[in-house]
Structure formats: structure tokens, C-alpha cells
């Protein structure tokens, strides 16, 4: 039986997995109307994998006595600047999402919730790639600069990186 405590921090991460998704969600439709459908795509995929992550916690929740609570959320922005900027949102969203896990981690070894705890590992490693993807992402990028032949072959490949990280996607 999950502590009240504990409950309340796991339903806090549902939330939080769910408005990645639909952060991602709204990078991908901006994405698509900019004629990017490569990253597009990538975009999708990484907010299909968000509410994967939303769904596992809710599972876990109710499965060990809880009640998973669905909310309202935040909505994302529609507009993103530039590709850049949009990379670089990402990967300091996942820096965000990293640290409201290790929070998790540390509240789960205080109520002595081992099963938890070990849970919870999936998300710390998930986390250590996704953030290395969102870095991987951005230095290409960065590399590219305003150079508009250099994003049409990105937009191709970074398909290729979703092609590897769909591999990874939870059951
Ligand atoms: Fe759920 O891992 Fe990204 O945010």
C-alpha cells in the first residue's frame, strides 16, 4: 500500500508526464505547418512516449492501492521560434522532468517504499536517455545554424533517431 505521502507525489508525476505529452504534442503541429515533417514526426513519437510514461505510473498507482488522480493541465505554447530554441526547450524541459524524478526516488526511500523505489528505476535510466537524445539533438543543430541545406538533411535523418527511440518505448 502506497503512503499517502507517496500517492500524492506519484499523482504529481502523472500530471507532469501528461503535460509533456502534450508539450510535445504542440512542438509537433508546429513543426508539421513550419514543412518539417521529420521532426515532426520525432515530436509525435516523443509525446506518444510521454503518455506511455503517464500510463505506466497510473497503473502502478492503482495497482499498489492508490487512486491515480487524472487532472486538468496546463496548455503548452503553440508558438516556438525557431528549431533551435525548440531543441533547446526540450532538453531543459527533460532536465526538469529528471529532477522531479530523483524527487520521487528521495521520498520513496524516506517512506521506506522499496518496491517504489525499484519502480521507479526505469524512469531515472528513460530519463538519462532522453536527456542524451535532446543534447545529441541540439548540438547537431547547433551545428547547422542558419544553414537551410543543413536542416533538410536533419529533418530527413532525425527520422532515423525516432526509428532507434521507438525501440526503446515501454509496454
Ligand atoms: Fe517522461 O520522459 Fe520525457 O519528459
Redo the contacts with the bound molecule.
Sequence with gaps: MLSKKLEKALNKQIR??AE?SQIYLSMASWAEVKGLGGIAKFMYT?SD??RL??LKLIKYVNERGGHAQISDLTQPKTEFGTFQKMFKELLD??IL?SASINDLVHISLEEKDYATHNFLQW?VA??IE?EALARTILDKINLIGDDKGGLYLFDRDVQQITANSAADTPN
Design positions: 507532469i508526464e509533456s516523443q512516449e510521454e510514461h503517464m524541459h527533460e522532468v524512469y528513460e530519463q532522453e
